[in-house]
């Protein structure tokens, strides 16, 4: 199984966090996917998001990597950034794409990413 990169995009006043609703599992996650042959793992992050969401963004820092927990999931960096530009846009991965006040996330939320959101 390959590596994956993953986003936490907050807005500028760091209250709000870009989720993407999955259209094979409707569930809500971070935006995010996985590293293609010779793909940096920044790079990767950068083209996920903008491809699951529609915006560009602008990474600030990578936030750890993370060992796989089950046999479902694999070893993921975790990289915060926020919105550059663009505005929202679904795609055949993504049924819906919004940001949701920190204090008020989805309940269709899977773990880790209710964890990796509070990192």
Not at 37 to 59: A, H, W
Not at 70 to 89: C, D, I, M, Y
Request: with cysteine.
């Amino acid at each position: 199984m390959k590596e994956a990169a993953i986003g936490a995009i907050f807005s500028k006043d760091r209250q709000k966090v870009l989720l993407i609703k999955r259209r094979d599992v409707p569930v809500w996650v971070l935006p995010g996917g996985g590293i293609e042959k010779d793909e940096s793992p920044e790079n990767t992050c950068i083209r996920e998001v903008l491809e699951e969401s529609g915006f560009q963004i602008k990474l600030e820092k990578k936030v750890g990597e993370y060992t796989p927990k089950n046999s479902l999931t694999t070893f993921t960096h975790l990289f915060r950034g926020e919105v550059a530009s663009g505005k929202a846009q679904l795609s055949n991965e993504t049924q819906e794409v919004r940001f949701f006040r920190l204090d008020k996330l989805p309940k269709l939320l899977p773990p880790p990413h209710d964890e990796w959101i509070m990192e």
